[in-house]
């Protein structure tokens, strides 16, 4: 089992940026791909960044590249979402999530991820 734990989400203006942090605990963080995904209020959980293993290998949602940054601390058990210039459509609960080995071509598919945390709000006001 992997615990993960979220925080840095809440209210910012359009423009403006936020990180979020995901703990992992339980097993080796290392050995998990970590992926951020989001879901809207009526809408389905999407795909928005993940990571390799080793964080080699990033893979970005069209919508967020050039405005969002996934990174990780293997040493710390963290991965980081840095978000800049926000939208009001970015307004989401953001999940991170571990899978085991998942080949960069299939990061963004949500049934490679076994462990999810609780979420975190990210709310983007116009």
């Known amino acids: 089992q992997v615990q993960l734990v979220e925080s840095g989400g809440g209210l910012v203006q359009a423009g403006g940026s936020l990180r979020l942090s995901c703990a992992a605990s339980?097993?080796?963080?290392?050995?998990?791909?970590m992926g951020w995904f989001r879901q809207a209020p009526g809408k389905e959980r999407e795909f928005v960044v993940a990571?390799?293993?080793?964080?080699?290998?990033?893979y970005y949602a069209e919508f967020v590249k050039d405005r969002f940054t996934i990174s990780r601390d293997n040493a710390k058990n963290t991965v980081y979402l840095q978000m800049n210039s926000l939208k009001p459509e970015d307004t989401a609960v953001y999940y991170c999530?571990?899978?085991?080995?998942?080949?960069?071509?299939?990061?963004?598919?949500?049934?490679?991820?076994?462990?999810w945390g609780q979420g975190t709000q990210v709310t983007v006001s116009s």
């Open positions: 999530a571990a899978g085991g080995t998942i080949v960069p071509s299939n990061l963004p598919a949500i049934s490679q991820y076994s462990f």
């Open positions: 990571s390799t293993r080793s964080g080699g290998n990033t």
């Open positions: 339980g097993r080796t963080f290392s050995n998990y791909a």
